[in-house]
T-cell receptor, first 115, second 114 residues
Framework: DSGVTQTPKHLITATGQRVTLRCSPRSGDLSVYWYQQSLDQGLQFLIQYYNGEERAKGNILERFSAQQFPDLHSELNLSSLELGDSALYFC??????????????FGPGTRLTVL | AQSVTQLDSQVPVFEEAPVELRCNYSSSVSVYLFWYVQYPNQGLQLLLKYLSGSTLVKGINGFEAEFNKSQTSFHLRKPSVHISDTAEYFCAVRGSSNTGKLIFGQGTTLQVKP
């Protein structure tokens, strides 16, 4: 158990819908990262928040957005869902914004299926 | 920009045999290197990491990796594998900027046969 929690574990929805994935980082961690794992794209970095502020952005679609709240939990919002958005979405957390000794700990993931 | 190439998508091996999973990276800046393991239906677990210092890094579950700057490689090895090592292994790189963004390889599935 990494200490990072993600809810829900599974999510099945229809095209065009909107969903919210939730992540609680390990106690004391200030950074939250979101990654998408799909069969065709592999594991891709989406976005990083550090202490409530966006820190780095990867290949995140405009239909996707994220935020980190004052209690440091984070939510990833996916809207106008398409079949290709079906994937495993991981959250990871770390203590700092990305200094040399920083290590990311991953949650169990949320499996999103878009029908 | 950084990139990671895992040279084998699948590696079948018999139990108690040695194994090497290959990883090459590309970067114009100093990097930090990681190996993560993903067991079926689970999240990613850190096996080991190279930040600086000794180029031979030891990790959990008997795995080790060697950083080779001239060959831009970070191959993962285990002298004797167990059935329980069957999983997907990911090599990842992080640049020396002040973000923690990880770039992952495509993964190598290690299949340990009895």
């Amino acid at each position: 158990d990494s200490g990072v929690t993600q809810t829900p574990k599974h999510l099945i929805t229809a095209t065009g819908q909107r969903v919210t994935l939730r992540c609680s980082p390990r106690s004391g961690d200030l950074s939250v990262y979101w990654y998408q794992q799909s069969l065709d794209q592999g594991l891709q970095f989406l976005i990083q928040y550090y202490n409530g502020e966006e820190r780095a952005k990867g290949n995140i679609l405009e239909r996707f957005s994220a935020q980190q709240f004052p209690d440091l939990h984070s939510e990833l919002n996916l809207s106008s869902l398409e079949l290709g958005d079906s994937a495993l979405y991981f959250c990871a957390s770390s203590v700092t914004s990305g200094t040399s000794t920083d290590t990311q700990y991953f949650g169990p993931g949320t499996r999103l299926t878009v029908l | 920009a950084q990139s990671v190439t895992q040279l084998d998508s699948q590696v079948p091996v018999f139990e108690e045999a040695p194994v090497e999973l290959r990883c090459n990276y590309s970067s114009s800046v100093s990097v930090y290197l990681f190996w993560y393991v993903q067991y079926p239906n689970q999240g990613l677990q850190l096996l080991l990491k190279y930040l600086s210092g000794s180029t031979l890094v030891k990790g959990i579950n008997g795995f080790e990796a060697e950083f080779n700057k001239s060959q831009t490689s970070f191959h993962l090895r285990k002298p004797s594998v167990h059935i329980s090592d069957t999983a997907e292994y990911f090599c990842a790189v992080r640049g020396s900027s002040n973000t923690g963004k990880l770039i992952f390889g495509q993964g190598t599935t290690l299949q340990v046969k009895p």
